[in-house]
């Protein structure tokens, strides 16, 4: 499994680079803020919601410290989905959330 850490992500972000992140964390997690622009999917949904995330580009996969987040990349990745871990997840996030 491909991992990437938070840093490394919010760099790609500061660089203007096209990142698609989906966040798998719980609602009331994602109500105490989201990064700008990620897509939310609870992990229970993820693999039932395979018709909403496009498999033609990578995605980078976030939750609270990176343990769902390495579970939803399972099975993307078992789906034939480009993905990658987000290492921390949100606990290690030092950019801009959105609320």
């Known amino acids: 499994m491909k991992t990437i850490t938070t840093d490394e992500l919010l760099k790609k972000i500061d660089a203007g680079e096209q990142v ?18 990620a897509k939310h999917i609870v992990l ?3 693999e039932t ?16 410290a990176g343990g769902r987040s390495a579970m939803a990349c399972e099975v993307l990745e078992e789906n ?3 993905v990658t871990n987000v290492t921390g997840g949100m606990m290690a ?7």
């Not at 996030?93 to 609320?99: H, L, M, R, S």
């Open 20 to 37: 698609n992140i989906i966040d798998v964390r719980e609602q009331e997690e994602v109500d105490a803020g989201i990064i700008p622009g």
């Open 44 to 46: 229970g949904q993820v």
């Open 49 to 64: 919601s395979l018709d909403q995330i496009d498999p033609s580009v990578p995605h980078y996969i976030i939750c609270k």
């Open 80 to 82: 034939g989905y480009d």
């Open 93 to 99: 996030w030092d950019g801009e959330v959105q609320f």
